[in-house]
């Protein structure tokens, strides 16, 4: 399977899409001033203590205070509470982990009132991204992931990731590190640490502690709330858990960007900084490598599979809904069993597809076409665990319901990507009448005249619809013919998937929007 990686940068947001064979099957959007998201350390202050969740309520500078769980205070908070206190004393002096004397461990059905108090600093982690009406969720069982490994401070556990099939290798990994970490810290290493050597695997680790231990001082003598260590920005994250040796190529259309990324990628594959490659098309990037149309027909209500069946896809703040319906493929074929069956998978398939590309978390359950086999149905079963394998995200699935119905929970920490695939009519706006569609030429035209009355420079570049593109191109003398020769200019046309049909916009050469530049 190949995988490419198209990043479109602009000045509010950069777009990342991942496509596994041309397919869109990933799609991130990272805002320039994003904040709180998964994996940022902060120095939070207790609002509010909670008996009744077991939980607290703390601010870490969002406007909503998130929400801290005894659970997910972690075995050793007590050490981390011990450690923090000591940083934050401007009279003594940084204490180092190696040598720190752990506290005992909580106990795991404690109460959070006896551990923490309102008022009380307190190192925290997002674990979840603010979702609709809700702050961040947090954790104090602090992890710096790497691409190999990930550095748990105040442990001293080494865990193997169990898709490393062979157990050979996997005590290999945990009695090779278990030798070179040092005290006091604990690593989970990840499924691409299998094979790696002992330099590789020694290297990255320093980098982790090194990173870890970059927080001291910004958590010395610091008022809470504060950001004290900052998770890498979404791109990067993309990189360090998905590159791998079928990843061919990575597409930007910033040339800091592809800087920036060759330089990371040299720090934990070297051979792969080919790969990056610095888009310079006139044509927008997402429309170059046609990621713009499949988005156009991936985040609707209605997503069409293949041989005519259709998913409908519903939202609602307790889980998500899909149907599946057979469109077409019910009219084919005497065999309803078979019929169901293949119409199940191919959904499947594409249901697998929509949780990672829109990020669905939560509950989903789907109306599968009844079967009456239990041969079948086990058979749809095992086909979606296959097609979910893929999936990065914890997930858990379960068999078929007597009721046709399959639910599946999938972990939740960011937003549900969710893009409007209608749009306000740029012609009627929203009015429902538009002016008659013979006319668009003159009115092309007559914006044309207006525009080179006001701007000299010889070319301009006309974008739209490519139907309309294809219709001022028609014939051996073209409209847009016509025009270069009746007001002797020269009249680039681009061709816009992601524009409405009776949109058009100019542009100079340069690629400025005539428009801004002339009012």
Known sequence: MSKELIIDVNASEIAIALLENKQLVELNKQKSNVQFTVGNIYLGKVKKIMPGLNAAFVDVGYEKDAFLHYLDLGPQFQTLNKFISQLQNRKSRNPVLQKFKPENDIAKDGKIGNVLTSGQNVLVQIAKEPISTKGPRLSSEISIAGRNLVLIPFSDKVSVSQKIESAEERNRLKRLLQSIKPRNYGLIVRTVAEGKRVAELDAELKNLVKKWESLYDKVRGATAPRLVLQEMDRTST????????????????????VREIKQYISTIAPEKQKIVKHYTGKTPIFDHFGVEKQ??????????????????????????????????????????????????????????RQLRLRDMGGIIVVDFIDMHSQENKQMLF??????????????NILPLSKFGLMQITRQRVRPEMNIKT??????????????????????????????????????????????????????LLSLRMKWMWRYRRIIRLMPMVSYQFTEYRLFTADDEDLDSILS
């Open 238 to 257: 993309i990189l360090r858990d998905l590159l791998n040796v079928s990843f061919n190529n990575v597409y930007v259309n910033d040339e800091v960007v």
């Open 295 to 352: 988005i156009k027909s991936l985040f609707g209500k209605t997503v069409s599979c293949r041989n005519g069946a259709y998913l409908i896809i519903e939202h609602t703040e307790a889980l998500h809904v899909i149907d599946v319906n057979s469109g077409n493929r019910s009219k084919s074929g005497d065999n309803q069993e078979a019929n169901a069956l293949a119409v199940n998978l191919i959904a499947a398939q594409e249901i697998a």
């Open 382 to 395: 095992d086909k979606m665990k296959d097609f979910m394998s893929e999936d990065r995200t914890k997930h």
């Open 422 to 475: 209608r749009e306000t009519c740029p012609s009627c706006h929203g009015t429902g009448e538009v002016s008659p569609s013979i006319l668009l030429t003159d009115q092309i035209e007559d914006r044309l005249a207006a525009i080179f009355q006001k701007y000299d420079e010889l070319t301009v570049v006309l974008k739209v619809h490519p139907y309309i593109d294809a219709y001022l191109r028609k014939g």
